[in-house]
T-cell receptor, first 119, second 109 residues
Framework: GAVVSQHPSWVICKSGTSVKIECRSLDFQATTMFWYRQFPKQSLMLMATSNEGSKATYEQGVEKDKFLINHASLTLSTLTVTSAHPEDSSFYIC???????????????FGEGSRLTVL | GQNIDQPTEMTATEGAIVQINCTYQTSGFNGLFWYQQHAGEAPTFLSYNVLDGLEEKGRFSSFLSRSKGYSYLLLKELQMKDSASYLCAVMDSNYQLIWGAGTKLIIKP
């Protein structure tokens, strides 16, 4: 099946610094990538949807100036948490689809997730 | 509003069968997904239903009734490694996935 790689898996940073998380589709071209945040014992919360070459669409309540998303190529999307604070500590997961695939079932291919801890 | 309801937690015995229910109310319907998520890991795809009926895949089966807004995931011959959260998600008319909060399944020996 399709593989999505996310890096880094774990990151610890000081409050006020910025952290970049990468999401790569390794064996397919991802026209659309999704970024989720998941707090302990809670479900996935969609943060934003990004289509290659265009600006990301953010969900209500997600600050686009704080969570910068770039999807410059069909295989790479990045999420940058700017001026991170302890309340941003969470599990961030990306997923990808290729909407051009005929008969696309809508299955999402997930990255491994990145656990961010802000001290 | 849109919502997905599934039980918070279920307990079952190794070797037994368990059914995890999911009811939904969404604006439009373009399919229902079940994902498995082990603690600290990303979800993995289990099944996709868009037509009414039962889809069987090895030990796992998924059922859908669109008229009732209802689905279930059936797990047979439970193994300890099946201990995980099971997420129900519905794709609405805008092709957005609406996620349930997940059902934590605990398997006891």
């Amino acid at each position: 099946g399709a593989v999505v790689s996310q890096h880094p898996s774990w990151v610890i940073c000081k409050s006020g610094t910025s952290v970049k998380i990468e999401c790569r589709s390794l064996d397919f071209q991802a026209t659309t990538m999704f970024w989720y945040r998941q707090f302990p014992k809670q479900s996935l919360m969609l943060m934003a949807t990004s289509n290659e070459g265009s600006k990301a669409t953010y969900e209500q309540g997600v600050e686009k100036d704080k969570f910068l998303i770039n999807h410059a190529s069909l295989t790479l999307s990045t999420l940058t948490v700017t001026s991170a604070h302890p309340e941003d500590s969470s599990f961030y997961i990306c997923s990808a689809r290729d909407l051009r695939i005929a008969g696309d079932t809508g299955e999402l291919f997930f990255g491994e997730g990145s656990r961010l801890t802000v001290l | 509003g849109q919502n997905i309801d599934q039980p918070t937690e279920m307990t079952a015995t190794e070797g037994a069968i368990v059914q995890i229910n999911c009811t939904y109310q969404t604006s439009g319907f373009n399919g229902l997904f079940w994902y498995q998520q082990h603690a600290g890991e990303a979800p993995t795809f289990l099944s996709y239903n868009v037509l009414d009926g039962l889809e069987e895949k090895g030990r796992f089966s998924s059922f859908l009734s669109r008229s009732k807004g209802y689905s279930y995931l059936l797990l047979k011959e439970l193994q300890m490694k099946d201990s995980a959260s099971y997420l129900c998600a519905v794709m609405d008319s805008n092709y957005q996935l609406i996620w349930g909060a997940g059902t934590k399944l605990i398997i006891k020996p």
